[in-house]
């Protein structure tokens, strides 16, 4: 057991040094790993390679809510395709937590592609609740 863990561990590391060069492909391994995967990702949002910081944004969209803390704090990054990959991230993870940390990203980036990822992200999980109180108002209609 000691040794397929090991094994996992020595696979996602080798992945995650291919991150940088081979982008998407190896992001995507990544999320197909899943859970396992998500502390080497969460690592990997702090490589100096900018390429790396990116697509482990990306792969962490795919995994699990485990990653959307690291995400928040990667709309700090120095890199604006980095912020703009953790902001599409976060949206597609539905992580209505993030929502304060993308008004700010709005109010604070300046005009570009990752601005409107974070807009897009932020239109997306207030569309979500908007679907939730819509359910919650017709289900009362029909239990009158």
């Known amino acids: 057991m000691f040794a397929a863990c090991n094994s996992r561990e020595k696979e ?12 998407q492909p190896v992001a995507e391994s990544l999320a197909e790993i899943g859970e396992p995967a998500i502390p080497q990702l969460i690592r990997a949002l702090g490589h100096g390679n900018e ?19 690291a995400l928040i704090e990667a709309l700090a990054d120095e890199s604006k395709y980095v912020r703009g990959e953790a902001a599409a991230a976060l ?21 570009g592609w990752q601005r409107h990822s974070a807009v897009e992200a932020l239109r997306i999980l207030r569309e ?3 679907g939730v109180v819509r359910n919650y108002i017709e289900a009362q209609r029909l239990n009158r």
């Open 51 to 69: 390429d790396t910081r990116v697509h482990a944004a990306f792969a962490l969209m795919n995994i699990g809510e485990t990653a959307v803390p």
């Open 12 to 23: 996602i590391d080798s992945l995650i040094e291919q991150l940088g060069v081979k982008g």
């Open 91 to 111: 949206g597609g993870m539905d992580a209505k937590v993030a929502i304060p940390a993308l008004e700010g990203a709005v109010a604070s980036w300046p005009p």
């Open 128 to 130: 979500s609740d908007k």
